[in-house]
């Protein structure tokens, strides 16, 4: 007995807890060891159930069925009813299979497939949960450094860890929220750090403490990201910066935005929603239409190359005549109602310097649509028949270049799109090869793209993307490396050469040896909502008419007005492209896109050196330390 | 597999240790989430289901009862069931709680995101955060501080038995 006491005394009991039968340096693995036991164990023991019931089952339940012949027992009126129940168990198992397979998908297939169960998984409670206490990875800019995340944790004070974003305002609509469709917060990482691991994933793929560094490194830069910002302080547009070599999103941002950390409920995000004035959820760069303007001429230029007609000479005749495409029709004329040029035979390099109409026009017919689509879809642009499908294209994640499916649906830009079909007259077509009419559907993001496929040394349009990890992949080839570089040329034109529309950028960036191309451009935008800033809503006017009883009644007429907007596209540096902007400011009153939209431009371009984004050559070297002078005696 | 009240009363026995095993996950998993479940209640449900098992003893030597098993053998299987489910969620302040829920699921949370961030994170990234910039390390659980059941509902086992609360009445 005293042996036996002595025995179980030298027994260390505590190595016999459960806890270190799993490894219980990684706590989770534990209790999920644990309940796998349990549900082998329950498994078993169901089984043991079910053999026991069948054996019952099988047993003739009264003697004399023991000797019975098997046809006898058949026509039992036991035996009948069993068939009857087993009919209908084969049906309500069936039933079951059914509803089985209809939460598979849901569990396993939609949320990666369908766009609409994507954008409402924020109601699942179960993600909600999962999601507040699971800590998801820093997002970190490009450079990697702790120092310039743009998503990290905070202690707040009250004590609780929160997730804290340094660009609140800045990154709002490339991160989106727990509400309404998905940002990136709910893409980027949802399979690494949200998902709920099952038990035996506990088991089988955490087996030791090693520390996890699931940090993602997205393309945007911090920096450039909060100057670009700046830029458009106080202002309504966009503006979208894109390395034209790599499709690095090297920023992006939208104004008016609104705080991440504002939007603590739904509640918060219905206001948002409901603020039609400014609009703060609606990322302008992505999901906004503009009418481009005369950006869109590099569209045309661009077939026109393709095409083998970049030696094309035009008219560019003054008012009355101006460009007139048929007999009868309206004419086009250049900016300020005549002409730019006023000469017959003018070249494609003259037209785009000074930004001709008329000649663009004539050379979108001259081209014909087919060369124009077909030129456009190379770009990402979806050139369809009619008017009215123009506005039906919903958003083009698959011009992304992601990881996955889900990350590039919540980012996707509204799909662009121009006109070809034959319905359009030569008026209407020529308007829309000059940036008006019904190519009214650009979104920034796709100008930058359009000013990048020329700025690409290769000539090819590389798909953009986000993750900084993902490897270059071109979306098309639109141009020979040769066209490239002499659309690069005709670009520079604009900036470089006097009498270009976009000569304020040479000026902003004197002395800094940067050539840049672009292109400027002036839109209006008709019928465009008056709203009264005191209220919010829209302005308006009581008027009166009779109904068709001769009765006076009130109605309110919406007050409108034509807004013009700014535009300019570039690429810089000209011999080597780093960074392809896309900048529109909207309602810019009388001015120009060259006086608005290029300056600003000339702005990111300064700040993209400063940071060392336009390559070693250009980077400002930092003062050389003076040496100490000797003190005199 | 015969109809035997001794093979019965060892699939009876199997589901008492079973069930004791998701007591045991269940309040370990409890640990891991800073709050601590009931032992006695737990001690409740074992010896509930042990006089279940040895019933069928008593059942045959006493009353001669010769019929089957299976359906009893069922029934106190899926009876382990409900009491395992319900020392889970009862033994939850976020689920017993009415009106401090949402304080529940931020002790939750926190205590969770201080055990990841202690494994995982970098001194220079806690330090960021505030936190003293230690090493990542393992979680002790022995030394954390946890949310403990109030003890005037556990006064007795008598009190136990009446409850269907593992340890809490109302938030």
Redesign the interface.
């Known amino acids: 007995m005293q042996t036996a006491l002595a025995f179980l005394l030298q027994i260390d009991w505590h190595r016999l807890e459960?806890?270190n039968w799993f490894g219980g340096?990684v706590?989770?693995r534990?209790?999920a060891g644990?309940?796998i036991?349990?549900i082998i164990?329950?498994g078993?023991?169901?089984g043991?159930?079910l053999?026991?019931?069948v054996?019952?089952f099988g047993r003739p339940r009264f003697l004399f069925e023991t000797n019975l012949p098997r046809e006898v027992t058949k026509k039992l009126t036991q035996t009948i009813t069993n068939r009857s129940i087993r009919t209908w168990q084969t049906v309500f198992v069936l039933l079951a299979l059914i509803i089985f397979g209809f939460q598979v998908y849901w569990v396993y297939f939609a949320d990666t497939t369908n766009e609409e169960f994507q954008a409402l998984a924020y109601k699942d409670l179960r993600t909600r949960?999962v999601g507040?206490?699971?800590?998801k990875p820093?997002i970190l800019d490009r450079t990697g450094n702790?120092n310039a995340a743009l998503a990290?944790?905070?202690?707040n004070d009250k004590?609780?860890?929160v997730r804290n974003y340094p660009l609140d305002e800045e990154m709002a609509h490339l991160f989106g929220t727990a509400y309404g469709p998905p940002g990136l917060e709910r893409t980027l990482f949802q399979t690494q750090a949200t998902e709920m691991p099952e038990a035996w994933q506990v088991l089988m793929q955490y087996k030791k403490?090693e520390?996890?560094?699931n940090d993602v490194r997205i393309t945007i830069d911090r920096n450039l990201q909060a100057y670009v910002a700046s830029q458009l302080n106080g202002k309504k547009g966009a503006i979208v910066v894109v390395n034209p070599q790599s499709g690095d999103v090297l920023a992006m941002y939208s104004n008016p935005s609104y705080k991440l950390s504002d939007v603590k409920d739904g509640t918060d995000y219905t206001a948002l929603d409901g603020d039609q004035m400014d609009r703060p959820l609606l990322s302008r760069a992505t999901r906004e239409y503009y009418m481009p303007g005369s950006t869109f001429k590099t569209v045309t230029m661009m077939s026109a190359f393709r095409g083998g007609q970049q030696d094309f000479l035009g008219f560019d005749l003054p008012a009355p005549d101006c460009y007139t495409p048929y007999s009868g029709s309206k004419p086009i004329c250049d900016s300020g109602g005549s002409c730019e040029i006023c000469n017959t035979g003018v070249g494609i390099r003259d037209a785009f310097k000074v930004s001709s109409n008329q000649y663009f026009a004539e050379l979108a017919n001259h081209l014909g649509r087919d060369r124009m689509g077909e030129t456009a879809r190379l770009l990402g642009i979806d050139a369809v028949e009619k008017p009215n499908e123009a506005t039906l294209q919903g958003l083009f994640p698959d011009i992304w270049n992601t990881s996955n499916k889900r990350i590039a649906n919540s980012i996707a830009p509204s799909r662009s799109t121009m006109v070809i079909g034959k319905s359009l007259n030569l008026y209407d077509f020529g308007i829309e090869g000059m940036g008006q009419g019904l190519a009214s559907q650009m979104t920034p993001f796709q100008m930058a793209l359009v000013a990048a496929a020329p700025g690409n040394l290769q000539g090819r349009l590389i798909k953009p993307k986000i993750e900084f990890d993902q490897q270059p992949q071109a979306f098309s080839q639109v141009l020979s490396p040769q066209q490239a570089a002499e659309i690069r040329d005709i670009m520079s034109t604009v900036t470089e050469e006097a009498g270009g529309t976009g000569g304020a950028v040479k000026t902003a960036l004197a002395g800094t040896g940067i050539v840049v191309g672009g292109k400027t451009g002036t839109a209006q935008k008709s019928d465009v909502p008056i709203y009264d800033p005191k209220t919010g809503e829209k302005k308006f006017v009581l008027k009166k008419k009779q109904d068709g009883h001769g009765n006076v009644i009130e109605y309110k007429e919406y007050l409108k007005y034509e807004r013009i907007d700014g535009w300019f596209i570039c690429i810089a540096p000209l011999e080597n492209p780093q960074v392809a902007i896309a900048v529109v400011i909207e309602d810019i009153g009388s001015k120009f896109g060259g006086g608005t939209a290029a300056p600003v431009a000339a702005n990111v371009i300064l700040k993209a050196r400063t940071l060392g984004l336009l390559g070693d050559k250009y980077t400002p070297k930092a003062p050389a330390p003076q040496k100490p002078k000797r003190r005199s005696k | 597999m015969r109809n035997r009240t001794s093979s019965h009363f060892f699939i009876l026995v199997l589901i008492v240790v079973v069930t004791a095993i998701s007591h045991y996950s269940i309040y370990y998993g409890a640990l891991i989430r800073g709050y601590e479940t009931s032992t006695l209640t737990a001690v409740r449900n074992l010896s509930l289901l042990s006089l279940l098992a040895i019933l069928p003893i008593f059942l045959k030597h006493v009353f001669k009862y010769k019929g089957s098993w299976t359906v009893y053998t069922a029934a106190v299987l899926l009876f382990s069931m409900g009491l395992t489910i319900q020392y889970r969620l009862f033994s939850d302040p976020e689920y017993t709680s009415k009106n401090d829920k949402a304080d529940a699921i931020a002790a939750k949370t926190k205590t969770l995101q201080l055990h990841y961030i202690q494994q995982n994170y970098s001194p220079e990234k806690k330090q960021m955060m505030g936190l003293p910039p230690t090493p990542p390390s393992e979680v002790d659980l022995s030394q954390e501080t946890r949310v403990r059941p109030p003890t005037r509902f556990l006064r007795s086992f008598y009190q136990v038995t009446r409850s269907t609360r593992s340890w809490r009445s109302s938030g």
């Open positions: 459960p806890k340096q706590l989770e534990t209790p644990l309940t036991v349990y164990a329950v078993i023991l169901v043991f159930l053999i026991s019931f054996d019952n949960r507040g206490s699971a800590m820093w702790l990290d944790y905070k202690i004590g609780k860890i403490p520390p996890q560094n």
